[in-house]
């Protein structure tokens, strides 16, 4: 059978696209040839991927607890993905810078919305039994969550709200800064102010990659990016709202769906159960008490000053028990 002219010009640009590199275009067609197809299994590593679940216990709903940190590692990977595109575009514009933003907040959405997995989709025995076999590993050392807040914002806005005025003119010293970033207050000990073992462990393996993650996206971060478009560009309202929206997904609506679990399955009277880390949870998830905002200037003071105030008054207010 005659080969179609189509045919004939792709063979013939792919001859071009390989002499560039001195290499041989009949080599690559037998590779073609005596490869086997693709299939969705192989692609996806299918097979890997269903074989990375290993509970410590026999408690079924572990399994859950698993899978569903395991899912939400893989949107905070695809929110890495977007950001490192903004970092390192050479000519960004408002439409590329507004895409990708707006793909973020499509992650966080799912991943918000999807909570309800973890605070309706185990049974509650079950969890604070399976819980224990744990400690003393967090969700508290998501080193990828740690990437997204350092690659989002100028490193100040992570210190703690009440150390950060003493870093205002000095801005250039991460590693002073890293000392008093405001998820360090979350894992230490209330009684004896002493690091946790998660937080000790933590900063033994990330703390080197978390300050040349900081020092690499100090002018490259999501907020100086934008600060790097025209004036028109930045006053563009749908900009500022996809913003002030992955401002809140990450700030406000992630932490205190988080905040829900812990009041749902932890919450005892008279005292509350800690977490597998020990951190401090009661202080450390309500948003409102860290203060922690990726672009404050794009907040009124009013916003600022109650900064997800009525979610968790809202959260706070409620009895934990819609556990089913």
């Known amino acids: 059978m005659a080969l179609s002219e189509e045919i004939i010009e792709r063979v013939e640009k792919l001859q071009e696209k390989y002499d560039v590199t001195g290499q041989d275009l009949s080599a690559y067609l037998d590779g073609l040839l005596y490869a086997d197809y693709i299939s969705y299994w192989n692609y996806i590593h299918l097979d890997t991927l269903l074989s990375l679940q290993n509970p410590r216990t026999s408690f079924p709903d572990e399994e859950i607890f698993i899978m569903y940190h395991q899912i939400t590692e893989l949107y905070f990977k695809l929110s890495l993905h977007e950001i490192k595109q903004i970092g390192e575009h050479e000519s960004l514009n408002s439409e590329f810078f507004l895409r990708r ?88 000990e209330e009684e004896t102010g002493k690091k946790t073992l998660t937080l000790r462990q933590f900063e033994a393996k990330y703390t080197d990659e978390l300050l040349k993650l900081a020092g690499n996206y100090k002018d490259t971060n999501i907020w100086m990016r934008y600060k790097s478009l025209t004036e028109e560009e930045q006053a563009d309202s749908k900009v500022i709202k996809a913003l002030r929206q992955l401002d809140s997904y990450v700030n406000v609506e992630w932490p205190l769906m988080h905040l829900k679990s812990a009041i749902t399955y932890l919450k005892r009277r008279p005292v509350d159960a800690k977490a597998t880390g020990g951190t401090n949870w009661q202080q450390y998830l309500p948003p409102q008490f860290q203060r922690r905002i990726f672009f404050p200037e794009l907040w009124s003071q009013e916003e600022k000053d109650n900064w997800g105030k009525n979610f968790v008054e809202s959260i706070l207010n409620s009895n934990g028990e819609d556990n089913e």
């Open 101 to 188: 933003i707006m793909r973020i907040n499509r992650y966080f959405e799912a991943l918000t919305k999807s909570f309800e997995v973890m605070y309706k989709g185990m049974d509650r025995d079950q969890f604070l039994k399976f819980r224990m076999s744990l400690i003393p590993a967090s969700g508290f050392q998501s080193a990828q969550y740690r990437k997204i807040e350092i690659c989002a914002t100028p490193f100040i806005n992570l210190v703690h709200a009440d150390q950060r005025e003493q870093f205002v003119n000095d801005q250039e010293n991460l590693p002073e800064m890293f000392n008093y970033l405001y998820w360090k207050r979350g894992a230490t």
